[in-house]
């Protein structure tokens, strides 16, 4: 915030200049999130289970969980995400207890906010499940209290410049450069499209191609990428 203030040639040291560069990074990273679904944003999780009970919390961070992606690594064993109408009719007063085998999303909790899901059948011991999600955008409290939250824990360090630009922008457009928003925005933009195409690329699944045995010449093999099989 510091910096993108400076280079909009303003004081942080000013609390509505503050308050404001505040408001813009948790709306620039808002922004930055809503563009694409980028591997920085993939994290794992784990439940500790208690015996007898049913529904756990997930992480506090987390604004998508993973379907595909829930193991049960006390016991070695994948877990299947199920319809909640599904288990209610296996299951009608939640009796049943053992080794897990679903996982069921109940929605958010109305006390904090994190997502909810029911372990099925009820364990009878401690297991440690582990899951995949995607995390939620940064969020601020107004009074300024975890300013000091270090961003390099979440977020990779090109964000943080992109993020002094989108603080920038709007700061000079408050002191009405309009030219200078423009500007910075413009620059903004172009750091995004760059770091988009890089995720894309690292995202691009490939597969391995091993020659014919009349091709062989050696023990090397190629690796193709699949946007390349379509015109196979």
Do not use: C
């Not at 009878?124 to 939620?136: A, C, F, G, Q």
Request: charged share 30%; aromatic share 8%.
């Amino acid at each position: 915030m510091t910096m993108g203030l400076r280079r909009a040639g303003l004081p942080i040291a000013v609390s509505d200049y503050k308050d404001l560069a505040r408001d813009m990074l948790v709306l620039g990273l808002k922004d930055l999130i809503s563009r694409r679904k980028w591997l920085w944003r993939d994290k794992e999780g784990t439940i500790t289970t208690s015996s007898g009970t049913r529904t756990y919390s997930l992480a506090s961070d987390a604004l998508r969980p993973y379907r595909d992606s829930w193991v049960d690594e006390t016991d070695d064993n994948p877990l299947i995400v199920r319809d909640v109408q599904d288990t209610d009719w296996a299951d009608p007063d939640q009796s049943t207890s053992g080794q897990i085998h679903t996982v069921v999303f109940t929605g958010i909790s109305s006390s904090d906010g994190t997502w909810q899901v029911d372990l099925i059948d009820t364990p009878d011991s401690t297991n440690t499940v582990r899951y995949r999600y995607e995390i939620k955008a940064l969020e601020l409290n107004d009074d300024g209290t975890d300013d000091d939250t270090d961003l390099d824990l979440t977020y990779p360090d090109w964000t943080q410049h992109a993020m002094l630009l989108f603080i920038s922008a709007y700061a000079k457009g408050e002191e009405g450069d309009d030219v200078g928003q423009m500007a910075d925005l413009q620059l903004f933009e172009t750091m995004v499209q760059k770091w988009e195409d890089i995720d894309k690329q690292m995202a691009r699944t490939g597969r391995i191609r091993l020659p014919r045995a009349d091709q062989r010449r050696s023990s090397v093999f190629e690796v193709v990428s699949l946007s390349g099989l379509d015109s196979e």
